[in-house]
């Protein structure tokens, strides 16, 4: 029997109050919206509740990455909602790296009812397991309806997506909702009584056996080497390490970089590139704690040291790219304590700390000197003045290489952020906007200017934005990476790979209504880092040469370990 439009419209705007009730019960409090007419129930049913703030985003696809940086900051899933058609294909690049950097949000696109889908309706696609495999879960749902079992039915489901953002791989999950028109009633009836919402029950694996077998092939290693991925907690790792005193690489968004442990390795571009270094400095055993680091030149080394390699990856998926052979283990960094370390060659240590301390002096050294305008020292300068506590989100490309290579360990639980998933230039600044919104501590962006255009529409959400962010733009007039390639020296690289742009960033900034500094000196520079802006956004743009900032990288990562006690 169809339904007249008011009792339509009633179980419409139910069904959004139902919604909001449901998520506000599992805890969730934000919601990142675009606007659109066919989502009005969840929107009006999520703006109205009490408990959850829904924040308008004029462009899905910055909707959807502020979300992803809101979600990586607080690891808790927020909430990004549009309307029908092309709205939620806007969503896609940010799903793709939110899927492999294990971020969890709760998807909601609203759609057309049934029979509306494949005849040339407006704002209508098959939406369908639209995003594939890029999503942990999908969930079709059934047109709003009154009946007890379908209110219970919608609540189950939406505590199955919940469950489906946690675990030990978190990620999004997709919520597509039809609806019929009209959606607003003429009058407005009081809030359906809520059944109790049951949760899927998780079960903790038991680590008992996969400790055991990770033993057996620790075996009695003399030179052990541990490479700490973006995600191993410093607090386990610390914990584990603290009896070992294992030498630790750290990857460029590793928390160890600003905890504190005598034997982080941070110089091992240097150390790697040194024949001499490499000639003692050969590991039995290496264990990797998650994705490998950037770095090509710590790669090929692995590939060619012949050691036992090890990788444990909580999440239970490959993350083993190279060639050579490896035993990959599925194990939470909380266990991590329950494995035992031999004691290895006192010396083994020594040199890698002691190669450490020689590159960081020389280091110093090379940053004490003015080197106008080049990039890397941008970085050094936050490591060194930017607040305790602070966040701060690094752009691919060069900016999270730099961090990488130049960063000065520090003990001061500075967090770093990036878009490793898939290491695009999408949704850079919309990413750090999400970190820094509701932050208590101020954040900072170090973004090309590129991948700063590729997301100005992110400054439309300047309007919403409760925090502090100061933006460093770097200039180079194009993509300095791109410099370090061979494509470098045929007569297309201006034209089809740096792609430079002329744009005056200050008039950008302007328009949307937000401070912008050009520096000049460093010493401005340090004021800025040292005293962010109170509330708001700032973008200190800086103009480098990327030419001479090749040279000038190649130079510093150039420096030796030497010299070594016993060694040339």
């Not at 009081?190 to 008992?208: G, H, N, Q, R, W």
């Not at 370390?341 to 450490?356: Q, R, T, Y």
Request: aromatic share 8%; with cysteine; hydrophobic share 35%.
């Amino acid at each position: 029997m169809k339904q007249d439009s008011e009792s339509i419209a009633k179980s419409n705007h139910a069904w959004g109050q139902i919604v909001a009730g449901t998520l506000h019960e599992l805890g969730i409090s934000k919601v990142f919206f675009s606007p659109g007419f066919r989502s009005t129930p969840l929107v009006l049913g999520l703006e109205r509740h009490a408990g959850i703030e829904c924040l308008p985003v004029l462009d899905e696809r910055s909707a959807a990455y502020i979300a992803l940086g809101y979600s990586k900051r607080t690891q808790i899933p927020c909430v990004l909602l549009c309307t029908s058609g092309s709205a939620p294909t806007h969503w896609f690049p940010a799903l793709t790296e939110a899927n492999h950097s294990s971020i969890p949000i709760i998807l909601l696109s609203a759609d057309r009812p049934p029979e509306l889908q494949d005849c040339g309706a407006e704002q209508t696609i098959n939406q369908i397991q639209i995003f594939g495999t890029f999503i942990r879960s999908f969930h079709e749902m059934p047109l709003p309806c009154l009946e007890p079992s379908s209110v219970h039915k919608l609540r189950t489901t939406l505590g199955q997506a919940y469950t489906s953002t946690q675990g030990l791989n978190p990620g999004p999950v997709h919520l597509n909702f039809p609806f019929y028109e009209p959606f607003i009633p003429d009058q407005f009836d009081p809030p359906l009584p809520l059944p109790k919402l049951e949760l899927p029950k998780v079960i903790e694996p038991d680590a008992s056996d996969i400790i055991e077998l990770i033993q057996k092939e620790i075996g009695s290693s003399q030179c052990p080497l541990v490479i700490a991925g973006e995600k191993a907690p410093s607090k386990n790792l610390i914990d584990w390490l603290i009896d070992y005193q294992t030498p630790v690489i750290c990857d460029s968004l590793s928390p160890l970089r600003e905890c504190q442990y005598s034997n982080r390795i941070l110089r091992y571009e240097n150390l790697l590139r040194d024949t001499h270094f490499l000639d003692f400095a050969i590991p039995d055993l290496i264990i990797v704690l998650g994705p490998l680091p950037t770095s090509k030149t710590l790669r090929k080394w692995i590939e060619q040291s012949n050691a036992k390699r090890i990788v444990i990856e909580p999440r239970g998926i490959k993350v083993d790219p190279l060639s050579s052979p490896s035993l990959s283990f599925q194990l939470e960094y909380k266990f991590l304590c329950k494995l035992l370390l031999p004691s290895h060659n006192k010396e083994w240590e020594n040199v890698w700390n002691i190669a450490e301390r020689n590159v960081e002096t020389k280091f110093d050294q090379a940053f004490e000197k003015e080197l106008p305008c080049f990039e890397g020292k941008l970085t050094r300068l936050l490591s060194l003045h930017m607040p305790g506590g602070a966040s701060l989100q690094v752009g691919n490309s060069m900016p999270v290489r730099d961090l990488e290579w130049f960063w000065k360990p520090g003990n001061d639980n500075r967090k770093f952020f990036g878009n490793r998933g898939v290491n695009g230039i999408d949704g850079t600044l919309s990413t750090a906007l999400g970190i820094a919104h509701k932050s208590n501590t101020p954040s900072y962006l170090i973004t090309g200017e590129l991948a700063f255009l590729h997301d100005s529409n992110a400054l439309l959400f300047n309007q919403q934005f409760e925090g502090s962010l100061t933006i460093f733009l770097i200039n180079n007039q194009g993509g300095g990476i791109f410099e370090n390639l061979p494509i470098v020296k045929q007569p297309e690289f201006e034209k089809c790979f740096a792609t430079p742009q002329t744009v005056n960033f200050s008039h950008i900034c302007k328009a949307h209504g937000i401070e912008f500094i050009k520096a000049t000196n460093w010493n401005d520079t340090v004021d800025y880092i040292k005293n962010p802006i109170d509330f708001g956004i700032r973008i200190i743009e800086m103009e480098t040469d990327r030419k001479t900032d090749r040279k000038t990288r190649q130079s510093l990562l150039g420096l030796t370990p030497h010299p070594l006690p016993g060694r040339s």
